[in-house]
């Protein structure tokens, strides 16, 4: 029997639920931010946010290493579009 199997996470679960906690608290976070009146409450709320988003990337880039969260290379092509369509 795996750890799954015995109501124990293995390290692609937990990665998976910190990196899905993760972006959970960034959000709120940037609501927060976005959305107070108080400069030194704001800055506060931005530092913080910040370092989630550190936080974050570290898991990101964790489980992208460890071949749990694949990504493709965008072509150069589709990256020029992209661009043109915010330009415009």
Do not use: V
Request: hydrophobic share 30%.
């Amino acid at each position: 029997m795996t750890e799954a199997t015995q109501g124990y996470l293995g390290d692609k679960e937990m990665l998976s639920d910190l990196l899905s906690t993760q972006k959970h608290i960034t959000n709120n976070y940037n609501t927060r931010a976005g959305e107070c009146q108080c400069a030194n409450l704001r800055g506060a709320f931005l530092n913080i946010l910040q370092e989630e988003h550190s936080i974050q990337n570290d898991l990101f880039c964790e489980s992208h290493s460890r071949g749990w969260y694949p990504t493709k290379e965008a072509p150069a092509t589709e990256i020029s579009a992209a661009k043109q369509m915010f330009l415009q």
